[in-house]
Structure formats: C-alpha cells, structure tokens
C-alpha cells in the first residue's frame, strides 16, 4: 500500500498551499487519512483527519480556520488546502491511512504512511 503526498512549496507568509495526498482505490474507500507534519528539531504533530466517508474531520487547533481537509473517492485524492500560511507551518507534510470508527490524532493509530512533502515559509 502506498500513499504519496506532494504539493509543497516554498511560500511567504500569508500565501496558500494545496497538498494532495494519493492512494489506491482500495485505501480510499475504507480508510480515514490524516496530514501531519515535522518541523526540523520537532516532534511530528497532528494537523488534519477526514473520515472515509468525508463526512467528519478534525483539525489541530493551530490551523484551525485556515487549513481545509478534503477527500474525493472517485479520484483517490485527499487535498489540504492551506491558507494564510505562517512561518511556523513551515514542515515536512506528511499523509497517513488508518482504519477505525473515529478520527485519531495519534500518529501510532495511522498504518500506512506516505513519503512527506516540504513546505517552507518565509517570512
């Protein structure tokens, strides 16, 4: 199973990012996904989770009102749209996959995991 992330960037503060979180058909219709990220000498934190149905989702409260989770099944893509990006946003993204009746924020509950992508803000 594989998932892959991709869409960072570099941006100012203030700009928008949209990342794209691909999978298999088979991990889209059953999985919920979750964003997270690390920044460089952080630990990986929670940022986003939507339910397989899209029908839920969850966010940390530092991007509350200025991150977006999406999902569209039919095309096996979970998007994140970030808004108003700030220099702390700054970090590797990553996607993960997870099979449960409710969205978790612990890394230790996703089991499949993407490759990460990087986004930088300056300030």
């Known amino acids: 199973v594989q998932l892959q992330a991709s869409g960072g960037g570099s941006v100012q503060a203030g700009d928008s990012l949209r990342l794209s979180c691909t999978a298999s058909?088979?991990?889209?219709?059953?999985?919920?996904i979750a964003w997270f990220r690390q920044a460089p000498g952080k630990e990986q934190e929670f940022v986003a989770a939507i339910t397989w149905t899209g029908g839920g989702s969850i966010y940390a409260d530092p991007v509350k009102g200025r991150f977006t989770i999406s999902r569209d099944n039919a095309k096996n893509m979970v998007s994140l749209q970030m808004n108003s990006l700030k220099p702390e946003d700054a970090a590797v993204y990553y996607c993960?996959?997870?099979?449960?009746?409710?969205?978790?924020?612990?890394?230790?509950?996703?089991?499949?995991w993407g490759q990460g992508t990087q986004v930088t803000v300056s300030s």
């Open positions: 058909a088979y991990i889209f219709s059953r999985y919920n």
């Open positions: 993960a996959a997870e099979r449960s009746n409710s969205l978790s924020q612990r890394s230790s509950t996703y089991t499949y």
